[in-house]
């Protein structure tokens, strides 16, 4: 299954630094490579099968199947995220599985999430970045929190994840995330879905979220951040600010810049 593709790694605080593009691609498998043999404990697969019997025994209500308390892939991500701990996993997966079938995470569709959609407020491109990163990106200036149905932007943002990670090339683990925030105003803000967005992430994809590119951000931004930043923990440090000019000559080719970067 795409959208839960692993990869033998623990997650990592790497943010890439500007390369050639020649040696992108060679530079990021060598890292992966490096992190792949010091990550993995040699009974991970017992690891696997504790927190199985455990989910079974304490959480037999649970759904099985794709994204179920027996998906071995799923159940190792979450073992990965939780350095190992049987414990932690077992409460941290049965909680993301729960959701899922809370949120009707499987029934998502492009018809069920149509209108907020046509809004063109967030999109996954087609391609990838230069570190071959599924791409997602939001346009904070056409948010209107004041118009706009909450559940329906929920809806459209858990999609999207998913999109994004079934577009996951084999042996990858990761997305980027792209905020354009040029004419962003206060009438855009809304620190709630923000703070969503980042929970998601957090609890039910961990491990999922790369980087995050703040681009062009206004002073008006500033406020919103200091205020989200704390409730973020450990993602917070994901997040770069940087311009449209850094994420055309860092992330992408010529032939890839998104079209909203090319006016």
């Known amino acids: 299954m795409a959208a839960m593709r692993l990869c033998p790694s623990l997650r990592h605080q790497f943010v890439p630094p500007p390369l050639h593009q020649s040696n992108r691609p060679n530079r990021l498998r060598n ?127 858990v999609f999207l994840i998913e999109k994004a990670l079934s577009k996951l090339p084999a042996g990858s683990e990761e997305i980027l995330g792209i ?21 998601v992430f957090y609890h039910y994809y961990p491990r999922r979220l790369g980087q995050v590119l703040f681009v062009d951000a206004p002073f008006v931004f500033k406020p919103i951040w200091q205020l989200a930043k704390p409730l973020l923990k450990s993602y917070a440090s994901l997040v770069r600010y940087c311009s449209v000019e850094d994420v055309k000559k860092e992330y992408f080719t010529e032939s ?8």
């Not at 989910?55 to 179920?68: A, F, Q, S, T, W």
């Not at 990106?137 to 004041?146: D, G, L, M, N, W």
């Open 31 to 157: 890292l992966s490579s490096v992190r792949c043999r010091i990550s993995e404990p040699t009974d991970s697969l017992k690891l696997v099968t504790d927190v199985k019997e455990r989910l079974e025994n304490d959480h037999h209500n649970l759904r099985v199947g794709m994204y179920g308390k027996d998906e071995e892939d799923m159940i190792l991500w979450f073992l990965k995220d939780r350095k190992f701990s049987v414990e932690d996993a077992v409460s941290k997966l049965a909680k993301a599985i729960k959701w899922r079938e809370e949120f009707g995470v499987s029934e998502l569709s492009k018809e069920s999430v149509r209108t907020a959609a046509e809004t063109g407020k967030a999109f996954v491109l087609d391609f990838h970045d230069v570190y071959d990163r599924p791409v997602l990106i939001v346009v904070a200036s056409k948010h209107f929190p004041a118009k706009h149905n909450p559940s329906e932007d929920e809806k459209l943002c």
């Open 179 to 199: 905020f354009d925030l040029r004419g962003f105003g206060a009438q855009n803000a809304d620190l709630k879905f923000f703070t969503f967005v980042f929970d």
């Open 256 to 263: 890839t810049i998104p079209t909203i970067f090319r006016d």
